[in-house]
């Protein structure tokens, strides 16, 4: 009985509360909405990586799911026709099986750090495109998510204009300067103030005592009365 009236009067709460009749539905989706968007593949901030004609690049791919991973299935691909690499994740904590299709493809990645990124080794002009990192974890019904890194080759890196971070590099270094200028002139001042006031002091103690022997003893003296004959 105090069981019915606790989760009675907990429903007429939330009617109450919600102005109506709960759709118990419409509660459900709400709460798996939270986690509607649960499995995510990221490959970084940077979604466009540059590189030397005959280098090697790294392209980076993590994975994160707020309920868990499980038998999670990833692959990279290249312009969406070949499959560079293709693996499962059995759980977390738990190295890939990892398939490697294409001979200058190293993977270094980890499950370990939600890793699976791969090396691409000997790059040149035809390498060109977009790569796309995907993943599908069966532990979400389903869901699944991909991340696009778009690589571009060039003959040489594009030199950075450093002459804005130059000149706040200097202003920094000037004002800095000039405080430490100040507080060794504050030091040097007050140095030589506090000298003068204790040369000030010392003079005025030696002047008193030239006054006591140059005549105060001899004026109290003299001011004495005359004895009488």
């Known amino acids: ?92 904590g738990v190295e890939a099986h990892v398939s490697v299709w294409n001979e200058r493809v190293d993977f270094v990645g980890s499950s370990r750090t939600n890793n699976v990124s791969i090396i691409l080794r000997n790059i040149t002009f035809d390498d060109q495109g977009d790569y796309i990192c995907y993943g599908k974890n069966p532990k979400e019904k389903g869901r699944n998510h991909s991340a696009i890194l778009t690589l571009i080759v060039v003959d040489q890196l594009r030199e950075v204009d450093n002459t804005l971070t130059t000149i706040i590099t200097s202003v920094v270094g000037g004002v800095i300067g000039l405080l430490i200028l100040i507080m060794i002139l504050k030091s040097v001042i007050l140095l030589i103030l506090r000298k003068r006031a204790e040369k000030n002091k010392e003079c005025l103690v030696s002047s008193g005592n030239d006054n006591t022997e140059n005549g105060l003893s001899g004026s109290k003296a003299d001011n004495k009365a005359t004895p009488k004959a």
Do not use: D
């Open 1 to 92: 009985m105090e069981a019915r009236e606790i989760s009675g009067s907990f429903f007429q709460r939330c009617r109450s509360s919600m102005g109506g009749v709960i759709n118990v539905s419409v509660l459900v989706t709400v709460l798996l909405g939270v986690c509607s968007q649960a499995l995510e593949m990221s490959v970084g901030k940077i979604h466009t990586l540059e590189v030397v004609n005959g280098s090697s690049a790294l392209m980076p791919c993590t994975y994160a799911s707020c309920i868990g991973i499980k038998n999670l299935y990833f692959n990279w691909t290249y312009n969406r026709t070949e499959t560079l690499v293709e693996g499962v994740v059995p759980m977390e």
